[in-house]
């Protein structure tokens, strides 16, 4: 309680902006603008999420990763214990270590003790540079580009079914550099690199497991860090995948300063 207690400065309520959210008992926040409550569900957090004034773009989102997380992680979730938890973090620390991921190049750990760090994430992550090298032949096969405007078409040929539910993804974005370097105009680009790419995300590669069945015939292992992120281990890239990241990598890793 402490912990949020420390931090309630920071806070600016989701449904009204305002910064006027206080600690108003030991079970929930509440937003003296709005009078609109957020539920504590530990000593180290609160569900900081908007109930009132979410669009129905938003709501679509919230429901589709909902339905993915629930996909990925329930099983694995049910017999997680602290000692688990901190084994599956060492894992997945020596996975994106190997596949140069920014969580662990452009952010250490060391540099960031003692700060208070915003995690905006955007997932896969800005997806980037194969867009012309896969995904716009993929949006011809399956017809959707076609369908669909891109933001929409892009989501439902790389993130998967809901399971669960009916709603797909409405929102995905592609950013060549020149457009990141347009959307961060107010800021200094210390640095920006792809990372990211594998030969599975090529069609045709893809649809068929090519890619899996040769490393494993050559003697690659799936990584036990997988789980936590993608609810299943995960075949790291190869050397060559590797160096082809920094062309065609599936994602941007940026670095900026205001």
Not at 112 to 118: A, K, T
Request: hydrophobic share 35%; with cysteine; proline share 3%.
């Amino acid at each position: 309680m402490e912990h949020i207690q420390s931090k309630i400065n920071m806070l600016r309520c989701p449904d009204c902006n305002f910064n006027t959210i206080k600690l108003e008992s030991s079970e929930f926040l509440k937003c003296e603008n709005c009078n609109e409550k957020y539920y504590i569900l530990n000593k180290n957090s609160a569900n900081l999420l908007a109930n009132k004034n979410m669009s129905t773009t938003k709501r679509e989102i919230q429901r589709f990763w909902g339905d993915t997380c629930k996909q990925w992680y329930n099983a694995f979730d049910e017999k997680l214990d602290r000692n688990e938890l901190e084994k599956h973090l060492q894992y997945m620390e020596e996975m994106f270590s190997y596949r140069k991921h920014l969580a662990v190049t452009e952010m250490k750990l060391e540099t960031l003790q003692g700060l208070d760090v915003l995690e905006i994430g955007s997932g896969g992550g800005a997806h980037s540079a194969h867009y012309w090298l896969n995904l716009f032949f993929k949006g011809v096969l399956t017809g959707a580009i076609f369908q669909y405007p891109e933001y929409e078409w892009l989501g439902r040929i790389t993130e998967g079914k809901p399971v669960y539910g009916e709603t797909r993804n409405p929102v995905t974005r592609v950013y060549s550099r020149r457009q990141l370097v347009s959307l961060f105009k107010k800021y200094k680009i210390i640095s920006s690199r792809k990372y990211g790419f594998d030969f599975g995300q090529l069609p045709i590669i893809g649809k068929y497991k090519i890619r899996t069945s040769l490393l494993k015939i050559l003697g690659h292992k799936p990584h036990p860090g997988g789980i936590i992120v993608y609810g299943a281990p995960r075949l790291c890239g190869s050397r060559l995948e590797l160096f082809l990241s920094q062309f065609v990598g599936y994602s941007w890793a940026i670095v900026v300063k205001k």
